[in-house]
């Protein structure tokens, strides 16, 4: 009788047991569907961080300044379009400074209605009394190529260091290139035996 007893006093615990479980679950259930954020709270599993309104997402469409520079195709110049009169790449002024290693540094500064990445000033030269483009690599297609356009920085000036002059040549011409027109533009001569004129100085 007393074995019976405390088989039904047992049964009747574990029942209640699973009806308090039961009720809890269906508590915390509801109480989620309720409060998304106390949701992320019960979780076990580290919550991701939200992202903030202000910061769009990234799609399939968006491209980086980076993807931008390597992904247009740097304009090279044109046989055709070599000081024809057409281009509209002006160089203003140069600044060239000679270094104690015999290697030259030139500021050029270049004015161009740059377009955007379709119309851009993408390049400038050095180039002395023969027609050679002085480089510091044979392969460039500038001496100093110019990656991206510049529509608010007008004039703009950008440098190249490590150029050297051949022997004897004291006079240099500095011309610029743009993506559509080509040369044509405004050249300044740069007298490498005196001081500075009225559109360059020459520091040693």
Request: charged share 25%; net charge negative; proline share 7%.
């Amino acid at each position: 009788m007393r074995f019976l007893f405390a088989v039904i006093l047992l049964l009747i615990m574990l029942v209640a047991a699973s009806g308090c479980q039961v009720e809890d679950t269906t508590l915390e259930s509801a109480t989620m569907k309720a409060d998304p954020i106390l949701t992320a709270t019960l979780s076990r599993d580290e919550p991701a961080s939200p992202t903030p309104a202000s910061e769009p997402q990234p799609t399939d469409s968006t491209v980086t300044a980076e993807t931008q520079m390597t992904s247009i195709p740097v304009g090279t110049p044109v046989e055709e379009t070599m000081n024809d009169g057409s281009g509209n790449a002006d160089v203003e002024f140069v600044r060239a400074v000679h270094s104690t290693g015999g290697s030259w540094t030139f500021h050029v500064t270049v004015r161009h209605p740059d377009k955007g990445w379709e119309d851009y000033a993408d390049g400038w030269d050095v180039v002395d009394p023969e027609g050679n483009v002085l480089k510091t690599n044979p392969d460039d297609p500038f001496t100093r190529l110019l990656l991206h356009p510049h529509e608010n920085e007008q004039p703009f000036t950008r440098s190249q260091s490590g150029i050297l002059i051949p022997e004897g040549v004291s006079q240099v011409s500095v011309r610029a290139h743009d993506l559509v027109d080509g040369y044509g533009g405004r050249e300044v001569v740069v007298d490498l035996t005196l001081e500075s004129g009225d559109d360059f100085q020459v520091e040693r």
